[in-house]
């Protein structure tokens, strides 16, 4: 947790106390560490630094401009999946040359609008999208360069609402299938069929899944050059997992390890696209006790003023947050030996009516009472970008701390903006 630290009993966002934040921007605020966001990209950018990757930072993950804009100016490039990530990525300065396009479902219009903007290239998810690419560009007058989304049946034994590349996932195309692609690419004149795509699920706690499909392009490669395919590029998407509870995980260098190699021997420029691992552990989502209540057999419920419209993993993948106060005790996970706060077993809920507007169950806590403050941790990555407005609830304000200064780089949703366009 880089930028997070506790400090005289109290939780800091790099050079300010969290809670000076809650008061001035009110809550469920998320907060971001621009120290933390750069060096995570920095750590991925080290650890590949051998092969020359092109790295693309994933949108998805969290598509805030000001952020965008940070990861674009310490280079980073940017893995899109629809027209409205290319229109975030253009907007906040990014490089065409570097931006690279996936999904399964990109439309004739997004694909011209990608094109006109020159982007560096499209992950292609079926023959049909690229039949569909190669009508645009001979319409513009350019060449779609592609690489073809391989589904090589790894499993990456993440949750199963992320796994992405086992032969039941509707993402890439069977190995099989993908030769055949590839041997008839001459059909599509407009197009430049020249890379491999695969992204195996996300978060993968382990390096094997990444070595297997990399056995598997090692049989690949060598069929499609012998198509006479002129291979480029190889991505093998994100996937690189963080901590969420504070337990040692591996890190970018390990998987580089595995990776790096194995595109040197296949002679190809490597792309990757993280996008949890820089943003993830860069954030905490704030979020006020709003009352404590006693429900059957003694079991207490801290009912906070965010809510699964805020983060919704909990809610959606059964995912763990640490959440713990931002005054009292230090945090097990930012200090050396175990806390030695008194606890209280507690289930940690949002006001939304939805019993899965849950954060944590029998979980727990220091003693807490309504107006205290908690922090949700690891917020960065799926949270504001999957957030919704359910419950007629306005979105959360976003602020971005770097040392002592805190600036709002997006501001928190009104009701008027609730019923905008209805
Ligand atoms: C094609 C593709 N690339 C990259 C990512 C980013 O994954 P992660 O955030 O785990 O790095 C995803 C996530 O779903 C993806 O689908």
Redesign the pocket.
């Given at each position: 947790m880089d930028g997070f630290a506790h400090r005289g009993g109290r939780l800091y966002c790099e050079g300010i106390p969290v809670e000076r934040l809650a008061e001035r921007y009110g809550t469920p605020l998320y907060v971001y560490s621009r120290a933390a966001l750069l060096a995570r990209l920095g750590e991925l950018q080290g650890a590949f630094r051998a092969a020359k990757p092109l790295i693309c930072y994933?949108i998805?993950?969290n598509s805030n401009l000001s952020i965008l804009r940070l990861l674009a100016r310490a280079g980073a490039g940017f893995?899109i999946?629809s027209g409205g990530e290319l229109f975030r990525a253009l907007r906040a300065g990014a490089d065409p040359a570097r931006i690279v396009f996936?999904g399964v479902g990109k439309t004739p219009v997004e694909i011209r609008a990608a094109l006109k903007a020159g982007i560096r290239m499209f992950?292609a998810e079926s023959e049909a999208e690229i039949a569909a690419a190669d009508a645009a560009a001979a319409e513009l007058g350019v060449r779609a360069v592609m690489a073809l989304?391989v589904n090589p049946d790894v499993d990456a034994r993440t949750h199963a609402k992320?796994t992405?590349a086992r032969k039941d996932n509707k993402?890439g195309i069977a190995l099989p299938h993908a030769r055949e692609i590839f041997a008839a690419r001459g059909r599509y004149p407009h197009v430049e069929l020249s890379g491999i795509?695969l992204?195996l699920g996300?978060?993968?706690y382990s390096v094997d899944p990444y070595r297997e499909a990399l056995a598997k392009m090692d049989r690949f490669v060598p069929e499609l050059r012998a198509l006479g395919v002129e291979l480029k590029t190889l991505n093998l998407?994100?996937?690189?997992c963080v901590s969420y509870d504070g337990s040692a995980v591996i890190r970018p260098r390990d998987y580089a390890q595995v990776i790096v190699p194995a595109v040197r021997r296949l002679g190809l420029q490597l792309i990757i696209?993280?996008?949890?691992?820089v943003a993830a552990n860069s954030a905490l989502l704030l979020a006020r006790v709003v009352y404590v209540k006693e429900g059957w057999n003694q079991r207490r419920f801290v009912i906070l003023d965010a809510a699964m419209n805020d983060l919704v993993r909990p809610a959606m993948y059964g995912s763990h947050h640490h959440i713990w106060p931002a005054r009292g005790p230090a945090s097990p996970l930012l200090s050396a030996g175990p806390s030695k706060a008194r606890l209280e077993t507690v289930d940690i809920v949002g006001p939304i009516c939805e019993t899965s507007d849950c954060f944590a169950k029998d979980r727990p806590l220091p003693p807490t009472r309504a107006g205290d403050l908690l922090a949700l941790f690891s917020a960065g990555?799926?949270g504001m970008a999957m957030s919704s407005t359910y419950n007629s609830r306005p979105r959360a304000c976003e602020v971005l701390v770097a040392g002592t200064r805190a600036r709002v780089i997006r501001a928190r949703e009104t009701h008027e903006d609730l019923v905008r366009g209805e």
């Open positions: 994933s998805k993950a893995d999946v996936a992950n989304r992320t992405t993402f795509h992204h996300s978060p993968i998407g994100g996937g690189y696209e993280p996008g949890r691992y990555a799926y």
